[in-house]
Nanobody, 115 residues
Framework: QVQLVESGGGLVQAGGSLRLSCAAS????????MGWYRQAPEKQRELVAAITSRGSTNYADSVKGRFTISRDNAKNTVYLQMNSLKPEDTAVYYC?????????WGQGTQVTVSS
């Protein structure tokens, strides 16, 4: 099991940047799949970015070139650097991890991008 706590959300103008952090309650060294989903009002939750234990990354087409996911195993933390933010990036962002066959989620952090 693992508990995940997100931070770093907030209100930003279009074109601005935010960095989200996801702090895990245990070592993430052996956790292969970690990443970020987001859910906008009245929309389904969607994958934003994912990273494996070896550092391989995967991004949604809508954020490629603007968002960067990274992990710091020494700090048990996963980050999402978000640049060139757009109003359509407004959503609650959730950190997740997959351990064997179980998924774990954080409580979410709100990101609001004003036009």
């Amino acid at each position: 099991q693992v508990q995940l706590v997100e931070s770093g959300g907030g209100l930003v103008q279009a074109g601005g940047s935010l960095r989200l952090s996801c702090a895990a309650s245990r070592s993430i060294f052996s956790i292969n799949a970690m990443g970020w989903y987001r859910q906008a009002p009245e929309k389904q939750r969607e994958l934003v970015a994912a990273i494996t234990s070896r550092g391989s990354t995967n991004y949604a087409d809508s954020v490629k070139g603007r968002f960067t996911i990274s992990r710091d195993n020494a700090k048990n933390t996963v980050y999402l650097q978000m640049n060139s933010l757009k109003p359509e990036d407004t959503a609650v962002y959730y950190c997740y991890s997959r351990i064997t066959t179980s998924n774990y989620w954080g409580q979410g952090t709100q990101v609001t991008v004003s036009s």
